[in-house]
Nanobody, 117 residues
Framework: QVQLVESGGGLVQPGGSLRLSCAASGFTLNNYFMSWYRQAPGKERELVAG????????NYADSVKGRFTISRDNAKNTVYLQMNSLKPEDTAVYYC??????????WGQGTQVTVSA
């Protein structure tokens, strides 16, 4: 069964850090472009960060540049999102997304991140 399972979300104070993980099962991530999206209540889902299959190139939303880092470990079939200097506006459900083609792509179930004092 093909699955992406996110973990690592939770409640953190402003200025704190979290590390999200996205573990794939039923397929290998090696050839997939991986990304993290987030969706806050009442807002559209937005791209947070992306990383190519080799890990050599990344891109970030302007709102998280310098604070978040996406990485991947193809040997572990896992992608990560290190989030530092968290702000209340980072509160959202974070989703992992694996893209190979328009007909071959997968979403995780999401993990809640809440930044609050």
């Amino acid at each position: 069964q093909v699955q992406l399972v996110e973990s690592g979300g939770g409640l953190v104070q402003p200025g704190g850090s979290l590390r999200l993980s996205c573990a794939a099962s039923g397929f290998t991530l090696n050839n997939y472009f991986m990304s993290w999206y987030r969706q806050a209540p009442g807002k559209e889902r937005e791209l947070v960060a992306g990383i190519i299959n080799t890990g050599g190139r990344t891109n970030y939303a302007d709102s998280v540049k310098g604070r978040f880092t996406i990485s991947r470990d193809n040997a572990k079939n896992t992608v990560y999102l290190q989030m530092n200097s968290l702000k209340p506006e980072d509160t959202a459900v974070y989703y992992c997304y694996a893209y190979f083609s328009r007909t071959l792509n997968y979403w995780g179930q999401g993990t809640q991140v809440t930044v609050s004092a």
